[in-house]
């Protein structure tokens, strides 16, 4: 990779204060620890200070508070985080893709690709289906029938997208996810589950970013929708006619049952389960490994986590717990008993 | 979508009784809050009157107890909700696919596709496997040597079935799920892993639906077995040598462990874990989010769930968790010693 | 399937010591329950001798503190587990497969395929890429632009392995297993999520296997690590930056969150969950289903399960999780009036 950019053609374009040399020229980004002459670092705490003091960096992005910590040539940005961010996506641009279909792609009848978009080899467009300027449909990819895709879109190979499904602009999805599943709605009748039609569609906002091998079943009968915005992360299960909330980031393994409401600018942990028919209010975070059974109406973070331990202390005290009822009643009989004598 | 239907019509291949205007003709299904005049809606539960109350349906199926609780014309049956799975059924049909093979997709020798049987763009079917009548096997499947897979199958895109796996009719297959891959058999020795070979197979009866991304690990030695009627939604595991017993239902992200074996008509909820060589009965229902670590000889609803609340209160509470032991024994300490007060 | 051995042979093979009969001859590998008389079985654990002596098995493994429970020919190993799997892999070679690209494939300028290797049907390996001696890529895998796996690879079909990753020797991928997808970095600034280019690799070392639909995220800035002799199972996931030490086994459905640093030799029991930033020393094991939120230091077993019950007593008993302070500080007030008391 051979671009490069001085301090001051960063700061050019993505705003921040240059301190020291603006002529610096840097390729690449990287930690304080790891960083080269010819790269950039960053920090985002200054309890990270004594890094600074130690790395080999060019120049380095920091936030106000930390503008005079080195003397190295440097970036004073209010958001150091974000301004790392955009600096790695310009120096990181996305390879180039060619315009076009692979000869050995399928593509089914009045299907509709942009002329700017790509669609890789063995990639498999169903009948009717649309997919906008700029995309880029990877290697093996299924759009099913009359799938709408917006401009922008970037799926890595082997994304799967069920007919009828609406995408929004830029979307990034990552190999093995599934979008538009059916639901799993089922009916007893007589000993056997019948199986109920899945006939709403997935329908996804603007912007939104979706892990590897995660899953976003299609509605029952209204639709599953994921607002702008959105990021998950991997192996998420998403049940039929969810509703995320705009900007929800939601972290691996997390899966969330039938009907829920999830809020805008919620953070939900690392395997974390939701309950069907719940509602999450805005800004709630939920800890990983969390199972939420009840709607959640205020803002807040949440956790219901069981405390690790060594095997043998864990399984010691672990076992009361199937008697926590009776402790408690053996309490409250010590209280009445307590205060019968204090009375005497 | 042109399909229509009177309710007599409805009626007459699906039994029930009309009651109000049986020429009401109806061509979709939607809940009671968004149905439109020409559409039915159901009510499964007598609390939702409320809303029988306001629907703009035009037609409604329902039970019996709730037969007199609307003047709309409607379709009354002992179980409304499997009644509205089969209309809805009626209403949305499949759609239509081609017979034969696309010609972008690759056939093993001595491979035997039922000429009924529809092979989608870019599938792969093994050398010696076996596609019975009317099954459609989606864009990208990949169905290894030697598979068998019966009638009227239905597996949308990117499913992949390893060789020599044996499945029955009806099976639906939703795309990443995986069938027959290696089970995790693994000996140490002298510090180092070795492989035990996977030489059973995954052998499905009928009527099974599994869901996108769900794994299924071939046998060890014998078979990992899925008898007929079982559900299982998406991203689920089940390990080697897992038999599950007829008509269970599992919800999304469980993981069952190697050689257990679940009971007919078991209910699992979301993210549940079954510990390897358990035997759950039949009729057992577990929560989701619960492990089982021991065999459930009994029908019944079981559970294991720590309750949420804000993070501040449950780190309040669960940090007491680590010293339960010692609390319980503290109890007893204050019960012996209240006794002795009381015997002075 | 016509292969079959002597005992003599086998031994000859892979050491052990044979007693009674060396010329029996047997063909496939059972369990002592299932065996017949042409097949060898295994009896790793002496509490299962009942076993044995109903086995109808031709042979058997065992090891020295059995070797006479049994009159039947027998080979006598130190680890008769290790054996059985060496016998079982002599018995069960894999199939035979083509060097050479099968005509579907799709294959990108500049990539270097040994001629030893196989690339099945609908493969696509991309500009740049290096396919090793004797390695096999599946039907339908996606190998990335530059990346690069070493000889005698098994990439089972549907396998996805992003650009520029790089893979020792000996890799077993099951299908829908995910490598090199970005990790899930993102930076809040005035109210909507900025993408950080995730610009490391996954590096994978030798005789490593990857279970079916497990996804590795590549590093944000530098490499997500595996080292030798890992073994993951099915649907676990592993964030960006994580580092996982050699030998170690990871059961299924388990989540490793960001820059986590795993030991040499630990066993992490399914649906585990490790938090991001976390380090656990060499031979750890995790208990199925627990949430590790702090650093292990010291090797041994850890774990943090909530214990199940029939569901009204594990609600009777759960509600009191959200007072157990107060119940802590209930016996505390106790403790001292109780002593007060005692003074009078």
Redo the contacts between chains.
Sequence with gaps: MNISYRLADIAAQLGGRVLGDAEARIS????LE?AQANQISFLTNSKYRTQLAGTRAGAVILGEADAEATDLPRIVSD?P??Y???V??LL?PL?EVRPGV?P?A?VGAGAQIDATASI???A?IGEGATIGAFSVI???C?I??NAVIGSHARL???V?I??DCVIGDNL?A???A?IG??G??????E???????Q?GRVVIGN?V?I???T?I?RGA??DTVIED?V?L???I?I?HNVRIGA?T?I???T?I?GSAVIGR?CLIG??A?I?GHLQLADHV?I???????KSIREA??????????????????????????D??K??KV??Q??EA??RK
């Design positions: 690449q980004i990287a930690t790891k958001n985080y974000a790392f961010a955009r790695s996506a990181n390879p692979h050995s399928a890789a080899a063995m498999v990877g290697a093996g299924c099913g029938a890595y190979p082997h799967v069920y007919h990034i990552h190999s093995g599934v599943s059916d799993f709605g089922i009916a007893m009748d000993g056997r589950w019948i199986k109920i039609p006939i912007d970013e892990g590897a091998n899953t079943d009968l209204d915005g990021k992360d991997n192996q299960q049940a900007h980031a972290a691996g393994c899966g049952a600018y690392g395997g389960r309950l975070e800890a990983a490994h969390t199972l939420i059974g807040g973070s949440y956790a219901a986590i069981f405390p690790f331990g060594k095997t043998e202390d864990w399984r010691r005290n672990a076992v009361h717990l199937r008697h926590l009822d402790l408690v053996r309490v010590l209280e008993e307590l004598l204090k």
